[in-house]
């Protein structure tokens, strides 16, 4: 039987070998952490506690304004020693609040259990995952509250959890469904009460027969959530492309996944759910996969929210060889750092170290017009033609050609034969077309 996917993309060596199997371990907890001010799309927080304050585990330390924001929580109790700027897994430097960790592991009053949580109604449900600071654990980081409120003239009719985890090295998404199944399915269940949906979808690759066997088993006796086993694809995981797999419905340029009844989320997000309703436990942690040829002993790890990325590479017991490149993320989609004094936030799910002779920079050549960017392209663009107008500067004419909708996976480069870094060129543009936007409104 053929098993549904989407149209484009390619097909990637997994590289999960090495950890796929790995049965996530705590992290060791630091004896610092500094908490990124910004871990999610929308408007950064702002400090709610001063140097010099105590704190506790889980307490609310910043905020946002507005109605696309997250807040952020204590992830150690001890105390706040600084307010200082590193450098954030997406590439950009932000302000961290910086927590000396005291050992004692005092929860915050905030922090309790939910007794009647089946009672709850929609609009205290999104309440709670809005207080617990929940964003997608995918990558996209996007406030989870937002896509459960209620948009007028438009109804969800399918829930999907992306379990996919097509990035190659990455395997959080693939432990957590096989470690702690029931979370998933209970966070799944709220969702769909948040949002009035009838029916709920797990979706997975067949990459993974095992997370599939168990998460079927769970929702065996469901009556509106079933497990959907994809064609394993590069990049299934993105949100239009397993929207349209799992649906066969496909997003309008410039819409949103509810245009066509979908809501989206990752599994991890749901089990992160269901953490906040039931026992009161706000987003602090999360699985991170440490993958690469750099590392003595790869690992999944449960790391606190602000771990700096040296002290997991230190418990898998250092580097290997020389090293090349520290990425945040997976090689598809992820962002090479400057250095591993970077700490772990929230849409972090992976971390990639990779030594000199496996990395492979090759010249760039001029394009040979073979067309395998066009037909890789998930999102139906000309990357060539792009990346020829972005070098020229044409900002214009690349968003007349749409390169707002190209969501960054690189499977363009990835086939390229000429190795034209043609995402480096659409990721140039779509920053001068910002700039120019924020420039006119002012």
């Known amino acids: ?55 506790k585990k889980g307490q609310k330390i910043g905020e946002g304004k507005g109605f696309v924001t997250s807040p952020i929580h204590a992830s150690v109790s001890g105390k706040v020693t600084a307010i200082e700027t590193k450098e954030h897994p997406g590439g950009s430097f932000v302000s961290c609040i910086v927590i000396e960790n005291d050992r004692q592991e005092v929860w915050a009053d905030t922090v309790k259990p939910q007794f009647n949580s089946q009672n709850l109604t929609p609009e205290e449900i999104r309440k709670i995952v809005f207080e617990a600071g929940i964003v997608g654990l995918g990558g996209a980081a996007f406030p989870s509250h937002v896509k459960y409120s209620p948009v007028e003239g438009k109804k969800a009719e399918v829930v999907i959890l992306n379990g996919v985890e097509c990035e190659p090295f990455i395997t959080a998404d693939h432990r957590i469904m096989l470690e702690k199944p029931e979370r998933i399915v209970a966070g799944l269940r709220y969702i769909m009460k948040a949002v009035d949906c009838p029916r709920g979808v797990i979706a997975i690759e067949d990459n993974k027969p095992d997370a599939i066997a168990v998460m079927e088993k769970i929702v065996e006796s469901e009556k509106n959530i079933s497990v959907l086993t994809l064609a394993e694809k590069y990049p299934q995981g993105s949100e239009k492309q397993l929207i349209y797999a799992c649906t066969q419905r496909e997003i309008p340029v410039g819409g949103l996944p509810l245009d066509v009844g979908a809501i989206v989320n990752n599994v991890g997000t749901a089990a992160a759910v269901a953490d906040a309703i039931e026992k009161g436990i706000p987003l602090i942690e999360r699985i991170v996969t440490l993958n690469g040829d750099g590392i003595e002993k790869p690992a999944n790890y449960m790391v606190r929210i602000g771990t700096l990325i040296k002290e997991l590479i230190a418990q898998s017991g ?73 070098k020229r500067g044409l900002w214009e004419d690349t968003e007349r050609n749409d390169v707002l909708n190209c969501i960054e996976c690189g499977s363009c480069v990835y086939v390229c034969p000429a190795r034209i870094p043609l995402v480096q060129y659409i990721r140039r543009a779509k920053q001068a077309i910002m700039a120019a936007r924020a420039k006119a409104k002012k």
């Not at 996917?5 to 790995?22: V, Y």
């Not at 371990?25 to 001010?37: E, F, G, Q």
């Not at 799309?41 to 704190?55: R, S």
């Not at 017009?369 to 139906?380: S, T």
Request: with cysteine; hydrophobic share 35%; net charge positive.
């Open 318 to 390: 250092g580097y290997t060889g020389e090293i090349e490149m520290i990425i945040g993320g997976g090689p598809m989609m992820g962002k090479a750092l400057s250095s591993d004094e970077v700490p772990i936030v929230k849409g972090s799910s992976g971390v990639l170290v990779t030594t000199k002779q496996a990395t492979n920079h090759a010249k760039e050549y001029n394009c040979v017009r073979c067309a395998k960017c066009i037909d890789a392209c998930p999102a139906f663009l000309e990357p060539t033609t792009i990346a020829k107008l972005a």
């Open 1 to 55: 039987m053929k098993k549904a996917t989407f149209k484009g993309g390619i097909h990637l060596h997994g590289h999960k070998e090495r950890t796929k199997g790995l049965a996530t371990m705590p992290a060791n907890v630091p004896d610092k952490v500094y908490i990124p001010l910004s871990q999610h799309t929308g408007a950064p927080c702002t400090p709610i506690v001063q140097v010099g304050d105590e704190v």
